[in-house]
């Protein structure tokens, strides 16, 4: 498989930087990859992370995973981006530093665009329009902690589902709602994909060795779940929810401090329950009680940090149509 | 009590804002001042948040300790300023972008100057000045996660000042297991402190959560915060009661040993957990490739040392201290120690 200029022969790995062109400054647009290539014919899979310059944990984790595998005993192809927003990245920020797109909101990207869209375009031209399937991992970046895989209502729902199962963790959220991302496109294409959300800032003290664990049963359940690698699937709790998400909330009254009630999620919350509270942050008054509009178990998913960014997710609740003995 | 334009009577709690000068665009960075005027004389007490702006644990430990104070139920006067700069708190950013300035070094400010250089000017004329003691919450903003009392450097320990005195009590009294003092040259020069210190106020630091622990530990930090400054109250004899505390002993480090970034760049890993002892060349940190996971530096301790509760997390670091190791100086017994500063 060559992707670029990385290539990799049956049985071998290859690592480099997709480049795509460069700003005006002539500094290279890129994404750095890793082909893992199996001996034996197989389907593709990307897991990608790091859209946001501030989703940095898989990279922590990815590299390592793909040191660790043998491409011998690998069937089929592996690409691994462990951290897409490299000028986001350098200066720390979300959307990448050279036109101010977030990677993830750029849809397919453009031939004809700036450099960012540009950089999509290719991507998916060369990368993910040829993958099987697309796994790929989001984190609460600096302000939220999540722990769920989702799946969108469209494309192969069923085996998009199926994967999202077999990454392991205990919540697969179906139905998250269309957006603008790379990982959208491809499922409208009707490849298997999931996004999987898990960890973020506030909790990276103390779950950080967890989450890394996490992404890494992720990535490797999805390669024993596509038959790319022999194994048995680890899950992460003995019972697995399938939730249909149906409410999301994001600030859209009063601002401050925003504390969530994060002890809650995972339980079933009644339509006109608190699910946090906005406070003054110069008198301390709560201003706002944030209300779950409708039945739901709250996912495990959105704000924890204090003070949000606009446009933030702050809850998910959605119904459970399945638990799973597992 | 009058701070600015604000004025509490005997009993009374107002809230207001102390007006500052205005940036190019008109915004003007008015801190918010809530003024508690007790009932009965005695000494004032400040306690501030977010003078460095994303640092907020303390910020809503104020707020809480706020709807919980009786002016009339104690003696004295609280100034409590949740929001110290405000400009950095609505960016989530330590100085204010107003002038790029960090307004916590810059008192005693400057009456002509730029606008945090005002702002200085203003606040520490109109409030710092007004305190005996001032309890300055810090915290690790969203990239890190500190627990512990900071305090400035004694010059001769065995000859200390009435303000040291005080302040050594005050460290022990705010009720946590840890404190710290940066000995001379550590950090350079703090000119900001010492006019706090000329001014004849006790200042306490605390370094105090952070977004990296937000999600499992924030609530209990500002708890802990809120029940700090009621014990300060009660060492300053501004209301009676028991001292709450994390427990009896209160270890002091004396906090020599930094640990900076090394000139290369990548992903930061913490190897090293809060109270391991590390003995000189024991690795407390690692910088890998973000791409490939490459090891691109260990980060060793340079000295033998104990990692006190202070540090970053988050895997992006800037031209900064990651760790501060240090040896105990001693360990404070509270059921022995005097904790009344007056």
């Known amino acids: ?326 | 009590m009058k701070v600015g334009q604000l004025e509490a009577k005997p009993g009374e709690h107002i809230f207001g804002y102390l007006k500052t000068p205005a940036s190019r665009s008109g915004m003007r960075p008015d801190i918010p001042v809530h003024l508690f005027a007790g009932a009965k004389d005695g000494p004032t007490l400040l306690v501030q948040g977010a003078i460095h702006g994303g640092e907020v644990i303390g910020s809503i430990a104020i707020l809480n300790f706020i709807q919980n104070l009786d002016p009339n139920a104690m003696r004295g006067n609280v100034i409590a300023v949740p929001v110290v700069n405000r400009a950095g708190f609505e960016l989530g950013e330590r100085g204010s972008r107003i002038d790029g300035k960090d307004i916590s070094r810059l008192f005693p400010g400057k009456k002509k100057g730029s606008v945090s250089d005002q702002v200085a000017h203003i606040y520490f004329e109109e409030v710092v000045r007004q305190a005996q003691v001032m309890v300055d919450f810090h915290a690790g903003a969203r990239t890190a996660y500190e627990r512990y009392v900071l305090f400035s450097a004694e010059a001769d320990p065995d000859n200390l000042t009435e303000l040291e005195k005080l302040r050594r009590k005050l460290v022990v009294a705010f009720g946590i297991d840890q404190a710290a003092f940066f000995p001379p040259g550590t950090f350079g020069n703090n000119s900001a402190k010492e006019a706090i210190e000329e001014a004849g106020v006790a200042q306490i630091t605390l370094e105090f959560g952070g977004g990296t622990g937000w999600f499992k530990n924030g609530q209990d930090n500002v708890r802990d915060a809120e029940r700090g400054i009621w014990n300060v109250m009660k060492s300053m004899r501004m209301i009676d009661g028991e001292f709450e505390s994390d427990g009896p002993m209160c270890t002091v480090y004396n906090a020599g040993v930094v640990i900076w970034k090394p000139d290369v760049d990548g992903l930061f890993v913490r190897l090293k957990h809060f109270r391991d002892e590390l003995k000189a060349g024991d690795v407390y940190a690692k910088l890998i490739d973000p791409y490939t996971g490459e090891l691109l530096a260990d980060m060793p301790t340079p000295k033998d040392g104990i990692v006190i509760p202070s540090g970053q997390e988050w895997p992006t670091v800037g031209a900064t201290s990651i760790g501060i190791l240090g040896t105990i100086d001693r360990v404070e017994d509270r059921r022995t120690t005097d904790l009344y500063v007056y």
């Open chain 1, 1 to 326: 498989m060559k992707i670029g200029m990385i290539e990799a022969q049956p049985g071998k790995k290859a690592y480099g930087f997709f480049k795509t062109g460069e700003t005006h400054g002539r500094f290279p647009v890129h994404i750095p990859l890793h082909i893992v290539r199996g001996a034996a014919d197989g389907p593709t899979l990307v897991v990608q992370a790091g859209a946001s310059g501030l989703e940095l944990e898989p990279a922590l984790i990815l590299p390592q995973i793909v040191n660790q595998l043998d491409a011998l005993a690998l069937r089929g192809t592996l690409v691994v981006v462990p951290l897409m927003n490299t000028s986001g990245f350098e200066f720390e920020q979300i959307n990448t530093a050279w036109d101010n797109k977030h990677l993830n909101s750029l849809g397919r990207g453009k031939a004809q665009g700036s450099v960012s869209e540009q950089m999509i375009h290719q991507y998916f031209e060369m990368v993910l329009s040829k993958a099987d399937a697309l796994l790929e991992i989001r984190t609460g970046s600096q302000w939220s902690y999540y722990r769920y895989a989702g799946v969108y209502d469209t494309g192969n729902v069923e085996g998009s589902t199926m994967l999202a199962r077999a990454l392991g963790l205990q919540q697969v959220v179906i139905g998250q709602p269309a957006d603008q991302s790379m990982a959208y496109e491809a499922a409208q294409d009707g490849k298997a994909v999931v996004t999987a959300y898990i960890g973020g800032g506030p909790g990276l003290r103390d779950f950080r060795e967890d989450d890394e664990q996490r992404m890494e049963n992720a990535v490797l359940n999805a390669l024993i779940h596509l038959n790319m690698l022999d194994g048995t699937i680890q899950y992460e709790q003995a019972t697995q929810s399938i939730i249909e998400a149906h409410t999301f909330l994001n600030p859209t009254g009063e601002r401050g401090f925003t504390f969530m009630h994060t002890d809650k999620r995972g339980a079933h919350i009644r339509a006109g329950e608190s699910v946090g509270y906005v406070r003054h942050p110069f008198t301390g008054d709560v201003v706002e009680e944030i209300i779950a509009p409708r039945d739901g178990v709250l996912i495990h998913a959105g704000a924890s940090w204090p003070v949000t960014l606009e446009g933030e997710l702050l809850a998910m609740l959605g119904d459970v149509k399945t638990e799973i003995d597992v």
